[in-house]
């Protein structure tokens, strides 16, 4: 049984605004790659220049075919050269999931 993928990519980058801007680039391509579910782009609030990227695929395998096409696709590579360190890169399969209680009427 195949199971959703979480992405997790924390990394810190050279230039904020080049960073920002490459990565909603890369956010676009994405979208069209087989798998692909969703991605949300987060900036540190305490840590200037780092970033976190929260990514959704279909299952790991979509994951890693992605990670592959990534390394020759133009727009990528842009965001890669702003990367100064990755911080964290790792896949990871849902355990268990809470949610608040339903708001009283």
């Known amino acids: 049984?195949?199971?959703p993928c979480l992405e997790l990519?924390?990394?810190k980058v050279k230039n904020k605004d080049k960073a920002r801007l490459a990565r909603r680039a890369a956010q676009d391509i994405a979208r069209q790659f087989e798998g692909f579910v969703s991605w949300t782009a987060y900036e540190a609030v305490e840590d200037d220049g780092?970033?976190?990227d929260v990514v959704?695929?279909?299952d790991l395998a979509c994951a890693k075919a992605a990670s592959e096409k990534i390394m020759s696709d133009q727009t990528?590579?842009?965001l890669l050269a702003e990367i100064d360190a990755v911080v964290t890169m790792s896949h990871y399969a849902p355990?268990?999931?809470v949610e608040a209680p339903a708001a009283a009427a």
């Open 1 to 3: 049984m195949t199971h």
């Open 50 to 52: 780092m970033f976190a």
């Open 56 to 58: 959704f695929w279909q």
């Open 9 to 11: 990519v924390v990394f």
């Open 76 to 78: 990528f590579v842009a």
């Open 95 to 97: 355990d268990r999931t």
